[in-house]
């Protein structure tokens, strides 16, 4: 078991180092940052994904594109998308490794979402109308409620393949918490990769928790069958 | 061409056996190694695994809730804490790969076997089908199915996962894209990509092609209500 003692010696000696916690390449700073870049890419990729998914689930248009593209997109590699962006627009800005991360994104999103609105019992589509609701209400209050739980699972697992892709964009020079990893693989330094190893492990299930807890809060309990109707 | 760079065909043609490790034929190799051995072990754990979970009922919630977890791990630092275990080799991406597949493939047996119908298994057990013979020759062919959907879903993200590998030098085709980085240049970027969707692209296939072969009866009803 001597790589557990080298695995905690390398621990001990990244949290234990004062000069990690403070300064622009800090652990706060780093994980601000690996939290704006994820929330960035996950919050633009849920504006362009959710209303397509709803106008193509609801009007029931170009749903078999949207499945093809979405298991088109799981077959990208998300470095070569990556390395292919930053060379075609250069690295001055974050812009080259966010468009990237969106674009992986949105799929997941806009398949569930798809999905969702499609796989609504038709009979509860029916008495909506027949209750004299318009095709907008019908969406608003009564498909969306219902599809909800897809949503969020769609936005859960764009989450999960967000998080990774910004640790593995520090390659390409983002900041974030793949810097210590990416830099201290570099350099031979692995108190550095261990420690920022063990961090991005933890922010992505601090996010995983996050998610829940939405899910939890926003989801009728009708559908979710927490309330069980007799 | 003379002097200029040279064109996406050239540079392929130059570059695709060129003997050295780094020669777009190895690369495709390692990469094949990389990402098939991952899909047959997660097969492997995931049936027995799936099995138990199918029947009793309460060890499923608490493994789905796990398997939860270690999908949402990003692969990345999952790679460089395994090289501490593992060293710099192939098995520091196979393993982690290997357990993705295992999250995705459980559910999936889960819900394969709670697809088969009740009277079905009933009937099973009334014609004189004994446990074991009964799973083989009637559960499993109905799960066949869906379980094969989430086996697509595995091959094809292990292929493009395996390219992160390259990250700490164990990439495959993944290769590809460090190298043009490094040195900055387009061509090796775009085969790199082609290469790997084309790879998805043909596992995809050949499991659509195996559930076919596996399922004949559900084409031939699809056929029938036609």
């Known amino acids: 078991m001597s790589w557990l003692t080298a695995f905690l010696g390398w621990l001990g000696e990244f949290f234990g180092d004062g000069a990690n916690w403070t300064g622009s390449d800090g652990i706060p700073a780093r994980l601000l940052e690996h939290l704006e870049f994820s929330a960035l890419a996950l919050a633009l990729a849920v504006l362009v994904a959710v209303p397509l998914g709803l106008a193509i689930g609801h009007t029931g248009r170009g749903g078999v594109l949207v499945v093809v593209a979405a298991n088109l997109a799981r077959a990208l590699p998300t470095l070569g998308l990556l390395v292919m962006f930053v060379l075609l627009l250069g690295a001055s800005s974050i812009w080259p490794v966010i468009i990237p991360l969106v674009l992986l994104a949105v799929p997941p999103i806009l398949v569930n979402t798809y999905e969702g609105i499609k796989g609504v019992d038709p009979e509860l589509r029916d008495a909506a109308y027949g209750m004299g609701l318009r095709g907008g209400q019908v969406l608003g209050r009564v498909l969306v409620p219902v599809a909800l739980p897809l949503i969020l699972l769609g936005c859960r697992l764009s989450a999960i393949q967000v998080v990774a892709t910004t640790t593995v964009a520090a390659y390409t020079g983002l900041g974030g918490l793949g810097r210590y990893v990416i830099d201290g693989f570099a350099t031979k330094d692995y108190a550095s990769v261990v420690g920022g190893s063990v961090l991005i492990v933890l922010f992505a299930l601090f996010v995983q928790v996050v998610f829940a807890l939405v899910q939890r809060l926003t989801v009728s309990p009708g559908v979710s069958r927490r309330l069980t109707i007799r | 061409m003379g002097d200029g760079p040279p064109s996406l065909w050239e540079w392929f043609g130059r570059n695709w056996d060129t003997g050295r490790a780094d020669s777009i034929r190895t690369l495709l190799t390692d990469h094949v190694t990389m990402s098939f051995v991952p899909v047959v072990l997660a097969l492997v754990v995931a049936l027995p695994l799936g099995l138990a979970c199918a029947r009793w009922r309460w060890l499923y919630q608490p493994t789905s809730g796990l398997m939860n977890i270690v999908y949402a791990l990003p692969s990345l630092p999952v790679f460089m804490l ?78 493009s996962l395996v390219s992160v590998g390259a990250l700490i030098g164990q990439g495959g085709l993944g290769g590809l894209f460090t190298r043009a980085y490094q040195n900055p240049f387009m061509p090796p970027v775009i085969v790199g990509i082609v290469l790997i969707v084309a790879l998805a692209l043909v596992a995809d296939g050949l499991l659509v092609l195996a559930q076919r072969l596996l399922t004949p009866w559900v084409r031939a009803r699809k056929e029938a209500a036609s």
């Open chain 2, 82 to 159: 395994m090289i501490s275990v593992t060293g710099l080799s192939q098995t520091t991406v196979i393993v982690p790969l290997a357990f993705y597949g295992v999250a995705v493939l459980i559910p999936a047996v889960v819900d394969g076997l709670d697809s088969v119908p009740d009277h079905v298994r009933q009937s099973a057990v009334a014609v004189g089908f004994t446990p074991l013979r009964r799973l083989l020759q009637v559960e499993l062919p109905i799960a066949a199915p869906v379980v094969l959907a989430g086996l697509r879903v595995v091959a094809v993200s292990s292929i």
